[in-house]
């Protein structure tokens, strides 16, 4: 139980510090791809350092799968979105959209896990 | 021996413990169900500093080696409080030096990862365990899930610098080294494996 919530606030943790990252170097009107790749660059080694340090607290492959997908893909979209000055317009605005998208990317994860969790292939003696 | 390997994992020795404490018990109870079919004269191959030594049944008698002699000083502390036999020796995957046929169980967690050759590796697996014998391990491997395995992909050539690498195929590397599957599981998505095979 304690990991399933410790899952679940890595996944904000990373979120907000995502969208921190992106707010600080994108500006509206920034051209959109570029947007989109110093975004994902940006989610990128956000999630590795903020993985790395939660790692021993909740474990290294449910920080750092869920936390590839949140810095990595939110920080193309959240980066693309800042570029359009589409949503947010403030920083507390944009920091909920992170902190959501990090919810519901964990959310995903642990329901695709219970699916795939279990044999794939068992020989017959 | 592979001096570039075995400096890896004598740096990455330091802080093994710490990053792998909540894995331990988060992982540990896959581990020990699998540890539980351990039977007969067992090599466990990547021994590390002895985190999974708990998780094998008490009283067996195991050989546990690894390519860090950093690893290993960590791992006797561990040894010495298993209820059996742990003998540690420095030994790298690819150059076992035991004859063929020695052993009965082989286990690994975690381990080809991080061999360089994962194929060679397996395939003195396979000689030194007996023909009736079985390779029990716990695995991360490539995902098939697509945006998180070219994730793996690109962050392999880093990681691999440090330690793991992320994108191996080992499901298809143990198949290659002439052994059979008999069971394999998912853990954790399609990225935490167990594997379960015996020699072809």
């Known amino acids: ?125 | 021996m592979d001096i570039e390997t075995q400096r890896k994992w004598d740096a990455a020795s330091r802080t093994l413990d710490i990053m792998s404490f909540a894995e331990d018990r988060r992982i540990g109870p896959h581990k020990r169900r699998l540890f539980s079919k351990t039977r007969g004269a067992t090599l466990m191959v990547a021994a590390g500093t002895g985190n999974d030594f708990k998780f094998f049944p008490p009283n067996m008698n195991v050989v546990a080696v690894d390519i860090s002699p950093k690893m290993l000083e960590r791992a006797a502390k561990k040894a010495a409080t298993y209820t059996g036999t742990i003998d540690l020796r420095e030994m790298d995957v690819c150059n076992l030096e035991f004859p063929d046929a020695s052993f009965d169980t082989v286990a690994t967690a975690f381990t080809f990862c991080s061999v360089p050759k994962p194929v060679a590796g397996l395939s003195e697996l396979r000689r030194v365990l007996k023909p009736d014998g079985q390779l029990l391990m716990i695995e991360h491997v490539r995902s098939a899930i697509g945006p998180i395995g070219i994730f793996m992909d690109l962050m392999t050539p880093l990681t691999s610098r440090l330690g793991p690498s992320l994108n191996r195929d080992t499901v298809g590397n143990v198949q290659k080294a002439g052994f059979r599957l008999q069971r394999v599981e998912n853990v954790y998505l399609d990225v935490l494996k167990i594997i379960e095979a015996v020699p072809e």
């Open chain 1, 1 to 125: 139980m304690l990991f399933a919530i410790g899952d679940y606030l890595a996944g904000i943790l990373i979120g907000l510090a995502t969208t921190l990252a992106v707010r600080a170097i994108i500006w509206p009107g920034m051209d959109m791809v570029l947007a989109m790749l110093i975004g994902m660059a940006l989610g990128t080694v956000v999630h590795l350092l903020v993985g790395l340090a939660l790692a021993p607290l909740v474990g290294m492959f449910e920080t750092m799968v869920p936390g590839s997908l949140i810095g990595m893909y939110g920080g193309m979209l959240l980066g693309m979105r800042d570029s359009m000055s589409a949503g947010s317009l403030t920083l507390a605005s944009a920091l909920i959209v992170g902190a959501i998208f990090g919810v519901i990317v964990v959310c995903g994860i642990k329901v695709y896990n219970r699916i795939l969790q279990g044999a794939v292939f068992e020989a017959s003696n």
